[in-house]
């Protein structure tokens, strides 16, 4: 987020999920459906999240781009059998139309 002046914070009479410290504001109005968390159970959440973060799943393949024609050896899906398969710049030029 680009620089917007102080942050709207929220009154909130709040215990967080975890630890069950005080909470009295937050930057969002909590929806009720899901747990709060205070400022330190969050930063170690996140923290812990992205250390473990899973890696993609390759498809090997060998098709060519049915937009330009270049020559495919790897998509992040695995295609199915009489689907167009379009290259990056032939997909990001096309799904808006």
């Known amino acids: 987020m ?5 942050r709207q914070m929220f009154d909130v009479d ?4 975890k630890c069950g410290t005080h909470i009295s504001q937050l930057p969002f109005q909590p929806s009720g459906d899901r747990p709060v968390f205070c400022q330190d159970c969050n930063r170690a959440n996140r ?5 473990v973060r899973p890696q993609k799943r390759m498809f090997d393949v060998d098709v060519k781009c049915a ?3 270049t020559h495919i ?6 295609p199915k059998a009489g689907s ?7 997909y990001l ?3 808006d139309n």
Do not use: M, V
């Open 73 to 78: 050896t790897q998509l992040p899906f695995e």
């Open 93 to 95: 030029k096309n799904k």
């Open 14 to 17: 709040l215990s967080c999920a």
């Open 67 to 69: 937009g330009c024609g």
């Open 47 to 51: 923290d812990q999240r992205d250390g």
């Open 84 to 90: 167009d398969i379009f290259c990056r710049e032939c």
């Open 2 to 6: 680009y620089n917007q002046g102080p």
